[in-house]
């Protein structure tokens, strides 16, 4: 079982580094280690927020909501920094964890005490949390000049040659993997996953896990918020329109499946950097921004089908997962 | 408790009495519908007038002609997120085809045609190469749109000849347009498809037990492959009535419209799990939406905050009869 995860991710890497030695025959400049930084850093949000979606997927459900999350919370953030500048900025960045994971345990409590499906969850709030970035702003965008110094600043800090966003990214990643590897909770994502009938007999609450994974996605995409306003220094309700999608798109490429109980910290990660790689490398070769969304459709595609082929092995489960395609 | 298998395993619908159920749903739904029209009537002055009503339908047509199809894929356990893609390729392939002076029947069906042939690819696929409908989707959903975003760029087709655009503008007996009567029609096809066929009854059994009806004697991928043609076709019929209404094309037309056409159906009663549903339900709900819009647009509530009113309708409408079960429950 583990080698298999390992031959998939290892594919993986070999792929990006293919896409990376492809393009540096063409142009050496794109493999020096300062340009591979610059698009690591570039990468680091789409990386936490497709480790918040993985724990979700896991789960057999799936968050819609999280771009939603991370603009609503992110204009919140930029406003309550335009009013009151003097809030230290690490105060400002826990609030916007805290304020993420209300809205992600807001989607949880439906999931867990309502029983209604994931996906119709999200796909609710996902519209009610955009429209509430409307409401909140009244539609004015939080421009840099109101944003203070340290709000802009403090991401673009260096901390032993790497970006603070960079180590963000690092972070979370190494807590993410600690919760995923070393905790029952982690292990209750897995075995939700693979078996929820199961799960209930070994002593697992399948609602309340899936509440914890929406909580985890929501404080993610809260400190994504953050982290995405002050980088691209503009607050307005279109910010990260659509990326719920790009999310799910790097964990399916990152080998998380869809049906639950498959995918890793490593897995998650390769996929959004797989993504960013490919982004950066376009306008390098010289082809159009236009082709980003088809190639990673392509991508997705592609992935979807290698993964299939990896977990056709896993015998009798393929057979409970073709009766339970939602 | 959330897990999906329990709900399969349910004993078997067809013997329940479902029809009492969906009975109530979709009369909750009428009543939905009708508290909505009469706080527009009484909220706009305006409201209350052929025209307006006529104007009204406009918002939902495009939308619902998806949702009716969909609604039969989600019944059958599927889902298709790349339907507002389909409408930009085959919006942005008829605008190609007019370069090349198409006339109009060779527009619509360059339309007709392209949504077809996406909905095969997705439904060959999902049945041909076994995989979870939702991630095909997304991938093709990227694709779809970014193809038209490779021939379009940032530029627009425009120039479409009056008589394409009579589709999306057109009216067919004073303030009944083309749109509506063509719903309606389809409505009534998709009814009698889903509610008065075996095809209908296999697509329920796919969707409470895909191996239950492989093994007796459904064709199953056959139908479900069917399916996502029928998305496709309903996609590439709204690609033409979108394109004629506004009389250009732009790659990112019609953004957003794989969740609205999704919400619909759900809003209308149909399981997102599978197995259950129906079409009255799904016309019902897409009538409250463009109620729901149409009413905020005449009292100048932005498009953005209708939204919210959008999903909130769709989480209370589910949420309600389950809390309602749940206090029943608790009080003997």
Redesign the interface.
């Known amino acids: 079982m583990n080698r298999l995860f390992k031959t998939r991710e290892i594919w993986l890497a070999l792929a990006i580094l293919a896409v990376v030695v492809l393009v540096t025959l063409r142009f050496p400049r794109f493999a020096q280690p300062q340009n591979l930084l610059t698009i690591f850093n570039d990468t680091s949000i789409l990386m936490m927020l497709a480790l918040g979606q993985m724990a979700v997927i896991l789960t057999?459900s799936?968050d819609?909501s999280m771009a939603a999350n991370l603009a609503l919370t992110g204009m919140a953030a930029a406003m309550i920094n335009a009013a009151f500048p003097a809030i230290p900025i690490p105060l400002l960045i826990g609030f916007c964890v805290l304020m993420g994971a209300a809205l992600g345990a807001f989607n949880g409590v439906?999931?867990?005490k309502?029983?209604?499906?994931p996906?119709?969850?999200t796909?609710?709030?996902?519209?009610?949390y955009?429209?509430?970035?409307?409401?909140l702003s009244g539609?004015a965008w939080v421009n840099a000049d109101q944003m203070s110094r340290d709000f802009i600043q403090l991401q673009r800090g260096d901390f032993l040659g790497l970006p603070i966003l960079s180590w963000f990214a690092i972070i979370v990643a190494g807590l993410v993997y600690v919760l995923m590897t070393r905790t029952p909770l982690g292990r209750a994502f897995y075995a939700i996953g693979v078996n929820?009938?199961a799960s209930?007999y070994t002593g697992i609450d399948?609602?309340r896990t899936?509440f914890l994974a929406f909580v985890l996605s929501g404080a993610i995409s809260g400190l994504a918020g953050y982290l995405w306003i002050s980088r691209y220094v503009i607050a307005s309700?279109e910010v990260a329109s659509?990326y719920e999608?790009t999310i799910?798109?790097a964990c399916?490429i990152g080998g998380v499946s869809?049906?639950g109980g498959i995918g890793t910290v490593a897995g998650a990660l390769l996929g959004a950097i797989f993504l960013g790689v490919v982004n950066n490398a376009l306008p390098v070769i010289g082809v159009?921004p236009?082709?980003?969304?088809?190639?990673?459709?392509?991508a997705?595609?592609l992935a979807?089908?290698l993964n299939?082929r990896g977990e056709k092995s896993r015998g009798r489960v393929i057979?409970?997962?073709?009766?339970?395609?939602? | 408790?959330?897990?999906?298998?329990?709900h399969?395993s349910l004993p078997d619908r067809l013997d329940n009495p479902v029809k009492s159920t969906l009975l109530s749903w979709e009369s909750l739904l009428v009543l939905v519908a009708v508290a909505i029209f009469v706080a527009n009537s009484f909220a706009s002055p305006y409201f209350l007038n052929a025209w307006s009503l006529s104007d009204l339908t406009f918002n939902f047509t495009e939308k619902a002609l998806i949702a009716l199809a969909m609604a039969l894929l989600i019944v059958a356990?599927?889902?298709d997120l790349s339907v507002a893609s389909i409408i930009a390729l085959a919006s942005t392939l008829m605008g190609l085809a007019l370069q090349y002076g198409a006339d109009t029947p060779a527009l619509v069906l360059v339309g007709i045609g392209v949504g077809i042939a996406c909905g095969a690819f997705n439904g060959f696929?999902v049945t041909g190469?076994?995989?979870?409908?939702?991630?095909?989707t997304?991938?093709?959903?990227?694709?779809?749109?970014?193809?038209a975003?490779?021939v379009?760029?940032?530029q627009s087709f425009k120039g479409y000849p009056p008589s394409f655009s009579w589709f999306g503008q057109g009216y067919v007996y004073w303030v009944i347009s083309f749109e509506l009567v063509l719903f309606l029609v389809c409505a009534i096809i998709y009814w009698v498809l889903l509610h008065r066929t075996n095809f209908g009854r296999r697509v329920f059994a796919i969707g409470n037990?895909?191996?239950a009806a492989q093994f007796s004697g459904v064709r199953v991928d056959r139908i479900k492959f069917v399916l996502f043609c029928l998305t496709g076709l309903m996609s590439g019929v709204a690609a033409v009535l979108l394109t004629a209404r506004l009389g250009s094309t732009r790659?990112s037309i019609a953004?957003?419209w794989e969740?609205e056409s999704?919400?619909m159906v759900?809003l209308g009663g149909v399981s997102?799990?599978?197995g259950a549903g129906s079409i009255t339900g799904v016309v019902l709900a897409a009538l409250i939406m463009g109620l729901v819009t149409f009413g905020l647009g005449l009292l100048n509530v932005?498009g953005?905050?209708?939204?919210?009113f959008?999903?909130?309708l769709?989480?209370v409408v589910?949420?309600l009869p389950?809390?309602w079960t749940m206090w029943k429950e608790r009080r003997p």
């Open positions: 057999r799936i819609l439906l999931v867990w309502l029983d209604i499906p996906i119709v969850v796909l609710g709030t996902l519209t009610i955009r429209g509430l970035v409307f409401v539609g929820p009938t209930v399948v609602g899936q309700v659509g999608l799910i798109a399916v869809i049906a159009s236009f082709w980003q969304m088809a190639i990673s459709g392509a997705i595609l979807v089908v299939a057979l409970k997962k073709a009766e339970g395609v939602a | 408790m959330t897990d999906t298998s329990l399969r356990g599927e889902i696929l190469l076994k995989l979870p409908s939702i991630v095909v997304i991938g093709t959903m990227s694709l779809f749109r970014g193809i975003f490779i379009l760029g940032d037990n895909a191996v790659p953004q957003g969740l999704i919400t759900v997102i799990l599978g932005p953005i905050v209708m939204s919210i959008i999903g909130a769709l989480i589910i949420a389950i809390l």
